[in-house]
């Protein structure tokens, strides 16, 4: 009966502990919507945003080519020469029990430190989320300037993707760094995402401009008040908070989709296990009760 015991002890703990896979998915779930919707509605801003610097951005070359004349443009858009000192912005989570996420920004950090080292650079980091600090400080404690809480811990705010954005502007006017990249996880779909290398800094008209259609510009003039320069030098850095904003909630979104994820397999696999061990404590007990019978069975005869 020993068996017995232990079966049914494990089938409730099984239970257990699918109830509680069971609700985070549920609470992965209700996170990653409001993920979504904020993705959905930061979109209007971002394309209004992008358009008007991309216009901006197409007249004053116009004039450029028709005068032959240079315009001075924003400070976090002027490329240094040498590009030697790098700074890798690395999103990840505060929590595991998201699947592979975090490893594959760990092991995409990993790679393009490597990768700069070799090539002579200086790198410097700022890890975003536990996760990929406590991997990295093993090997780079001396690259990490700054480690914090994921964004995503507590929700995502403008205000978080303002005081980065900030805080690396301050950098590159400085000239402790000459660019800045952020390792994190774009997202595609509760199930789809894939991890990323973007550069921000240097913040150049036309990796704004990329991201258009062609056709939003077209041959179309426009005018504008103030003057064209003077109005791209204020809206780079709104571009620049925006990219920051954009990167932190597709990783939030990416995060909790893999939590959901995760959560739903672990939850199949507690019912696919609970439903094994109750068919092996169901035959045991079958078991046990045949042999009792025919114990009895036995001892009647005998006397």
């Not at 509760?190 to 704004?208: C, D, S, Y």
Request: glycine content about 4%; aromatic content about 6%.
């Amino acid at each position: 009966m020993a068996g017995l015991k232990e079966l049914r002890n494990r089938i409730e703990a099984i239970k257990s502990t699918e109830k509680i896979t069971s609700a985070m998915k549920m609470v992965a779930a209700a996170r990653l919507r409001h993920a979504q919707d904020l993705l959905e509605k930061s979109l209007t801003y971002r394309n209004n945003l992008y358009q008007a610097t991309g216009r901006a951005w197409r007249v004053i070359q116009h004039y450029m080519e028709e005068t032959g004349n240079s315009v001075d443009l924003p400070s976090i858009c002027r490329e240094s020469e040498n590009k030697r000192k790098y700074l890798l912005i690395i999103l990840s989570s505060d929590r595991g029990l998201c699947g592979s996420y975090n490893a594959m920004i760990v092991r995409q950090a990993l790679a393009r430190i490597e990768e700069l080292k070799a090539a002579g650079k200086e790198v410097k980091l700022i890890c975003l989320g536990t996760r990929a600090y406590n991997a990295l400080k093993k090997y780079y404690t001396e690259e990490i300037i700054r480690a914090a809480e994921s964004p995503s811990a507590n929700g995502v705010s403008y205000a978080e993707a303002q005081t980065v954005a900030q805080e690396i502007t301050r950098l590159f006017a400085l000239k402790e760094i000459d660019v800045c990249e952020v390792v994190y996880s774009h997202f595609q779909s509760a199930v789809t995402r894939h991890v990323e290398n973007k550069q921000i800094l240097p913040l150049i008209p036309p990796m704004v401009i990329s991201e258009l259609p062609e056709e939003t510009f077209e041959n179309a003039y426009y005018e504008s008040e103030p003057d064209f320069d003077l109005l791209l030098s204020q809206l780079m850095p709104l571009v620049l908070t925006e990219a920051v904003f954009d990167i932190m909630i597709n990783s939030q979104a990416s995060e909790q989709g893999a939590r959901m994820t995760s959560m739903d397999n672990a939850t199949r696999n507690a019912k696919d296990m609970i439903s094994r061990l109750t068919l092996t404590y169901n035959r045991l007990r079958q078991s046990a009760i045949t042999t009792e019978l025919i114990e009895i069975i036995a001892g009647a005869e005998a006397v």
